[in-house]
């Protein structure tokens, strides 16, 4: 398995793999950056169909961190882990202990946390091996409430810009997935009296929506193509690409899901066809800003706080975007990479 001429190999800084016999673990580690501090990033498990595969998310996602955390104000680099496995066959308390001794022999150099796969519960497993783990029950616990009121405040600086509306009643919100983040967001959509319309693979969630908050059940394969103001992808990576970009009729597109377009000239694609694209990882940074916030002092209200910062960050991507007549996706890149560069030059000089 080629790693430096992997497709999705960016200068990633360090890549480690680790195995233990007795438990069945086989993970893998990527730190893409840490010019502007430890490489913090969620531990995702899952049953991969390669080891390539497994290689090419660890890569993609912990180049997504870098960004995210540069973006988001954070003093942290990007990395992520990656467990092989289906965590409800593999999955076990030793197995979990196996990856917090292996995470503790990064030194810190890398800090891990829950992601899909992976739970606070096992986070307070892997805590018992390595001080390296972060949200556990008697710190910040599930990121996904913090994630999701970041992915709102997106949402409303995109209709605020987009629509000229300042608040989103009224307005249509087709929401792919109806998990940790896709789920709470609702909450946060419904409250101010948007128009839901679901999807999720699994009806239970979807029949607890349509309940709870009168949104609109809608079969997976349509919820994409659905005549609505914001397609609001919180499910999967790589919904955007070239089978289903003709399809969306949404004018804005704002969602939690990682790494949601397919290719960077998908953004490009969307600012041609003029829908407002909020970048995934500006939109979805409310998680790693309560991660990194844990610790002496830890206040779920002062992280909120911080989480409301996305609305602006956001309004200032759209802004240069339009100035420069260049995708939101390119933009958001610019601007986190002159952070990086500029603290990875900081770091040369000292
Ligand atoms: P989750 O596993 O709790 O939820 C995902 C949901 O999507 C599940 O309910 C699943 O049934 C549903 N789903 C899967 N395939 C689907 C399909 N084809 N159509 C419709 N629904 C489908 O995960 P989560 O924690 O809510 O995360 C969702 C996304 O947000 C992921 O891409 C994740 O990487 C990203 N994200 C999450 C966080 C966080 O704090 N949890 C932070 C940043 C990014």
């Known amino acids: ?46 049953d991969y169909a390669t080891e390539d595969d497994a290689l090419t998310d660890a890569l993609r996602l912990s180049r997504g961190m870098t960004y995210k955390a540069a973006i988001a104000g954070i003093p942290y680099g990007g990395g992520k882990a990656v467990i092989l496995g289906d965590p409800a066959v593999v999955k076990t308390p030793r197995l979990l202990r196996a990856f917090g001794r292996f995470i503790d022999s990064l030194g810190g150099r890398y800090i891990t ?44 600086a995109a209709v605020q810009y987009g629509m000229g509306r300042t608040d989103l009643s009224g307005i249509r919100i087709a929401v792919q997935g109806l998990g940790n983040v896709g789920y709470a967001l609702c909450r946060f959509l419904n409250e101010e009296g948007a128009r839901l319309f ?9 029949n607890r929506a349509v309940d709870e908050f009168g949104a609109e059940a809608v079969p997976p394969d349509q919820i994409l193509g659905l005549e609505v103001d914001v397609f609001s992808p919180c499910a999967l990576g790589a919904v955007i690409n070239d089978f289903t970009i003709g399809m969306l009729k949404a004018g804005i597109i704002a969602g939690g899901a990682n790494n949601q377009l397919a290719e960077p000239r998908h953004g490009e694609e ?33 992280v909120l706080h911080r989480v409301e910062a996305i609305g602006q960050t956001m309004k200032e991507i759209f802004i240069r975007a339009e100035a420069e007549k260049l995708p939101t996706s390119t933009v958001a890149d610019r601007m986190a990479e002159d952070i990086i560069h500029k603290a990875g030059a900081e770091t040369i000089a000292a």
């Open 1 to 46: 398995m080629p790693v430096f001429t992997a497709p999705d190999f960016d200068n990633h800084e360090q890549v480690v793999f680790g195995s233990d016999a007795e438990t069945g673990l086989r993970c893998i580690v990527a730190i893409h950056n840490t010019a502007l501090g430890p490489a913090l990033g969620g531990c995702r498990m899952r």
């Open 113 to 156: 946390a829950e992601d899909v796969g992976t739970t606070v519960g096992d986070m307070d497993i892997v805590r018992q091996k390595t001080a390296y783990a972060r949200g556990i029950s008697d710190g910040s616990g599930n990121p996904s409430p913090a994630t999701a009121y970041g992915v709102y405040m997106a949402i409303r």
């Open 198 to 206: 679901v999807a999720d693979i699994r009806p239970e969630t979807v």
């Open 270 to 302: 969307l600012n041609r066809r003029r829908i407002l694209y909020a970048p995934d990882y500006v939109a979805n940074a409310g998680g790693v800003i309560d991660v990194a916030s844990e610790g002496p002092g830890y206040s779920q209200e002062k």
